[in-house]
């Protein structure tokens, strides 16, 4: 079956530090989400990427959906303290089926202040 | 306001005992899903519904039930079947397959 493969597992690092976390799919996807999580907290929608190639920003993050649209990346660029939490890919191999929806292991984001 | 809501947010279970989380959603969405979280770990997805009266098993059915009468309602039953229950559970519903998925607050189960 579809497997999103997503590192690092955890990450820690200073405030004013990058940070990036990678989503790899054993698939071709028709999209991939991405969400956060904050410390006990439900997760969050932050944005969907549909393009071969496609990038967005907000703010201080930048999405990226590879062109062959089998892996993607966030990048926040000078973290802060209030970035702290988990962040999800769900990749969705498309299709009618919900099934072919799958999540990422997370990466469990620290920054010390 | 429209939105997903779980209750309870906290539920104590003693072993042996069933007990059945609720997930309500407003949104008119077809699908719903549930999802177990252990601590520091990912979603794994117990069950999950595109349409009402019907649903399919998720990667860790076992110990778990589920029913979809309306298209508002997808309760969770845990079971005593289910060996190791206590967790962070989450509840969440889309429109279809291309879009972000909703969540609910989480009910946050231990067994005592």
Redesign the interface.
Known sequence: GQQVMQIPQYQHVQEGEDFTTYCNSSTTLSNIQWYKQRPGGHPVFLIQLVKSGEVKKQKRLTFQFGEAKKNSSLHITATQTTDVGTYFCEGNAGGTSYGKLTFGQGTILTVHP | DGGITQSPKYLFRKEGQNVTLSCEQNLNHD?M?W?RQDP????R?IY?S?IVNDF?K?DIAEGYSVSREKKESFPLTVTSAQKNPTAFY?C?S?W???????????TRLTVV
């Open positions: 699908a899903y999802y520091g770990q990912g979603l997805l999950y595109q399919q998720g989450l969440a889309r279809d397959s291309d879009t972000e998925a909703f969540f609910g607050q989480g």
